[in-house]
């Protein structure tokens, strides 16, 4: 049997043990924001080394920063809305009482990934102390395996909080999202306005996610279900974002930029969040034409190990991206690499480089896998 008839096979096989009911729409889009967010991290983090008469040290930097040009590409890239629209349908769906138990199932499937990550990097680290790596490049090395750790913080928080946030969206329907929704504008306009309350972005860390968990907990219980109030989303997160960002001053990346003064992303900001309420309305006018694209076992078994395996990928990908620039450190200062990102060039030339980021992240995946996989795969299917 040739090795593509086999993955045909294996793909027949994961089709055949998805449930009937699983609505696998929800999954590739799943499936695409990790995708966005793996890809978007590897596009803009450039590592590079600085010497300052002390010795070398690799420093953070980012491409938007010095290619204003790039802008638009965090758009793209930046679907953190899309994981809490998935997680609150998600959490929605799957609590059915037992509240307690039902938690620690969640939270389980978030912590046992992140404590072998913990466990790993430690060791990592006493032995780049050990090697000699000075303390500023071990920083920056461990800040960039530990920052998306905080995505995990907030979605923890508001899955616990899940029964009154279902009560909120039961009582008020999609009008739920205009009390975190005013929130984020009320903190932006006094923080932005009040001399120094920059403090007072931090509760937009909560209240900015919970704009689309809210979203997908009203999706799970049939909103949506005509294409008119997503269109709507779509275009009217555009607009208030493109406004926002033109006449009020916020920055044009989604993402946080190295040395700005303003991040979209770190607190959310308003912008960031109308622009998430436009991700989720493209995400619900997608949702048809992704379940007629997984109604084919090779794409939806491509989604299923995707979301079987995405606390893994998510939690790996930036030690790809180490892992592959230091090899390629021991050959010199190889161009996308250990190289600062002042032209297009480096863009074309960091783009060469992502297929060997994907194999090392394969090679991660095929390692840590199990520590998100305790049952059989047909039962993880099931159970998601």
Known sequence: MTGIARLRELAEQID???????DRAVDALRA????????????????????????SSVHDASPLATLP????????????????????????????????????????RLSRPVAFLAVIWTLVAACLIALGVSWPTLHILLTLVLDPLWFLGVFALLTAVTPIAVGVVRRFGVGA??????MVASVDLVRF?????????????????????????????????????????LGGGVAA???????????????????????????????????????????????????????????????????????TLFLWHQTALITVTMLGSLSGRIPGLLTAPSSLAWVAERLAWLPAFAIVLGVLLATFWRAEQPVQLSARIEAR
């Open 177 to 182: 999202v205009l009390i975190p929704l005013a």
């Open 241 to 311: 974002a493109a406004a926002l960002v033109v006449l009020a001053g916020y920055p044009a990346s989604m993402v946080g930029v190295n040395s700005a003064a303003i991040s979209n992303l770190n607190p959310p900001t308003l912008a960031a969040v109308t622009f998430g309420i436009a991700q989720a309305g493209l995400a619900l006018l997608l949702r048809d034409p992704l379940a007629r694209w997984m109604r084919r076992p090779l794409a939806w078994a491509s989604v299923a190990v995707a979301n079987l395996s995405a606390m």
């Open 69 to 108: 040009i790039l802008m638009p590409a965090s758009w793209v890239f930046q679907t953190l809305a899309i994981f809490f629209l998935v997680g609150g349908y998600s959490a929605a769906t799957s609590f059915r009482g037992d509240y307690r138990g039902w938690l620690k199932r969640r939270l389980r």
């Open 32 to 55: 695409l924001a990790i995708v966005g967010v793996i890809f978007g991290h590897w596009l803009v983090t450039a590592l590079v080394v600085l010497n300052d008469g002390h010795g």
């Open 193 to 233: 306005n009040f001399g120094d309350l920059a403090w007072l972005g931090w509760i937009n860390v909560l209240a900015g996610w919970a704009v689309p968990y809210l979203m997908g907990i009203a999706w799970a219980r049939g909103a949506f279900a005509r294409r008119t109030i997503p269109a709507i989303m």
């Open 16 to 22: 055949a043990a998805t449930p009937p009911h699983r």
